[in-house]
């Protein structure tokens, strides 16, 4: 399993990151067994958030994280102060509240990472990067980041934290794959797949901020059951959103080239893809919902296979071979 890191985070942070929303207090047995498999095969970074499942993933996690004597040797990131139905929610007062909620159904004194789930570009970064700070001097969190922040609001807060000796934004949780997405998923995602953001890449590149991507596999586009023929035949309400955010001709001709490409190379089209993600210039890690063992491993290879520059710009259209 290769490793990172993240500035504030003293612990290696494995470039894999479980998610936990397959995990819950109804299948503790099924969720320990997933969870077990991941630190097994090196993984000991987990993706938890406020708002799933209503609190049982974060405490069926607490659990298994109790259970099995980890605290010190698994790296936490958890997610907070995303909207509601009533109202947004990117507030000191939420943060707060959100924040000492997950930590008491995890049972845990700390996070290691800290996000903001979602952004409020009305309002100013000022308040939110201290009140941050605030809880990280406290103790309850080592570093803090913004998922599904622009990189202009990112810099923004990081501004502000340097003109007034505070803490930055470390890291940043934005989609990114293959495909390029035609419509978000949910209301206030931020992507930085696609010709169209190339910017974005750019200065992720150069700042060299951690990266953690959310839908590498373009929400199920690359898991090998989309093609042009059944677009119109699932029922199952994450293949139907897959269809409506990425099932373009240009995506079809990136899942082409990801095939041709994986048959060369002896890997699967969702190993493919998350090759592609893996072998960007970026300090990435890529945030996966694996169901078992046998999934994270898939993705642990497919991890491991760096692709040449050539290899990706012929992946996403920007070349005409990959040679």
């Known amino acids: 399993m290769q490793n990172g890191s993240v500035a504030g ?26 969870l077990d498999a991941v630190i097994e095969q090196g993984g000991n970074t987990f993706d938890t958030a406020h708002v799933y499942g209503g609190g049982d993933n974060e405490r069926a996690f607490g659990k298994w994280v109790k259970d099995r004597n980890v605290r ?15 109202r947004k929610r990117v507030t000191p007062y939420d943060v707060a509240a959100d924040l000492h909620d997950s930590l008491a159904r995890m049972q845990v004194e ?3 990472i800290y ?25 309850l969190i080592r570093a803090f980041g913004g998922s599904n922040w ?13 003109e007034r000796g505070l803490t930055p934004f470390a890291c940043s949780s934005p989609n990114f794959s293959l495909a390029a997405q ?30 953690f991507a959310w839908s590498s596999l373009a929400g199920g586009f690359f898991s090998g059951r989309i093609n042009r023929e059944n677009t119109g035949s699932f029922d199952d309400y994450y293949m139907k959103l897959a269809v409506e955010c990425y099932a373009t001709e240009e995506n079809f001709e990136r899942l082409d080239r990801a095939q041709k490409l994986g048959a ?15 072998s960007q210039p970026l300090n990435l ?39």
């Open 182 to 211: 035609v419509k978000e998923p949910w209301g206030g995602c931020v992507t930085i797949s696609g010709p169209a953001n190339a910017e974005a890449r750019a200065w992720y590149e150069k700042t060299q901020m951690a990266v």
């Open 285 to 323: 890690f890529a945030l996966v919902g694996c169901n078992n063992g046998e999934e994270f491993a898939a993705n642990a290879r497919a991890a491991e296979v760096k692709l040449t520059a050539q290899e990706c710009a012929w992946l996403d259209l920007r070349a005409d071979s990959p040679r």
């Open 115 to 139: 996000m903001l789930h979602r952004d409020d570009p009305e309002v100013p970064v000022g308040p939110i990067v201290e009140a941050l700070n605030h809880w990280k001097n406290e103790g």
């Open 264 to 278: 060369e190379k002896g890997l699967t089209l969702p190993q493919v893809a998350m090759s592609y993600v893996m």
């Open 9 to 34: 985070v003293e612990k290696r942070v494995s470039r894999l990151v479980q998610g936990t929303v397959p995990v819950s207090t109804k299948a503790l047995d099924e969720s320990f067994a997933l």
């Open 72 to 86: 010190e040797s698994v790296v936490i990131l958890a997610k907070g102060a995303h909207h509601n139905q009533d």
């Open 150 to 162: 622009s990189h202009a609001r990112l810099l923004a807060a990081n501004d502000y934290a340097a």
């Open 110 to 112: 700390y996070v290691d």
